[in-house]
């Protein structure tokens, strides 16, 4: 397990490091707005980790919302944004320290690398619409994202040695089929929000393309 544990710290400092912003941290130093903006994300994203539920120990599932959060800040500073959450989560006892690299690395940076790939195909071969932005961007962004999350931690259990092919399929692989349409949900409809009333929220949110007038 210490391998793990090594090699997901390892994946989460390099992954911080590579996506160091110089100008996201200028904003945060100017515009106080954007602080907040920031800082509740991080707020959000730890409430949403730290409700966990599942059938057997150690095989807990909640959602992620790094869709949303990478299609308002871009996944660097999505990556960054999620040092907050995880940094409550330890503080409160929800994650072992040592467990921290790994976890991260599964829940905040692969997630927002594949919801903004996802958004760059949809960009670059979809009609630049805002119904295509909300539910392809959006609701199966997301909805692909947490399965591909699940399918990833399941990899890692089973490789590991944690738990046994037929225990992860049972008690937490099985429930992809549960979570993905909650997942999509949520992030849709705040994606949806935030399109509507704070589309300069939205850093992926263009609106000469998504709301032109001969669309």
Not at 85 to 93: A, E, H, I, K, R
Not at 157 to 185: K, M, R
Request: proline content about 3%; aromatic content about 18%.
């Amino acid at each position: 397990m210490i391998y793990w544990q090594v090699f997901g710290w390892t994946c989460f400092l390099v992954s911080l490091w590579l996506c160091r912003s110089p100008l996201g941290w200028q904003k945060m130093r100017t515009e106080k707005d954007y602080q907040h903006l920031v800082f509740a994300s991080g707020i959000i994203l730890f409430c949403l980790w730290a409700l966990k539920a599942g059938i057997s120990e150690g095989l807990d599932i909640h959602f992620l919302g790094m869709t949303v959060l990478t299609l308002c800040h871009g996944p660097r500073i999505a990556i960054w944004i999620s040092v907050i959450p995880l940094t409550l989560m330890v503080g409160f006892g929800l994650l072992a320290f040592a467990d921290v690299g790994l976890y991260a690395f599964t829940t905040a940076v692969l997630p927002a690398l594949v919801s903004y790939a996802i958004f760059q195909l949809s960009y670059r071969y979809l009609s630049h619409h805002l119904f295509i932005y909300i539910f392809i961007a959006g609701f199966l962004n997301a909805a692909f994202t947490i399965v591909f999350h699940l399918c990833t931690v399941s990899t890692g259990y089973w490789v590991s040695g944690l738990h046994g092919w037929d225990t992860i399929l049972d008690n937490y692989l099985t429930l992809a089929l549960l979570i993905w349409f909650p997942e999509g949900l949520l992030n849709g409809m705040a994606v949806t929000l935030l399109a509507v009333y704070r589309p300069h929220w939205l850093r992926t949110f263009y609106d000469r393309e998504y709301l032109s007038p001969d669309r």
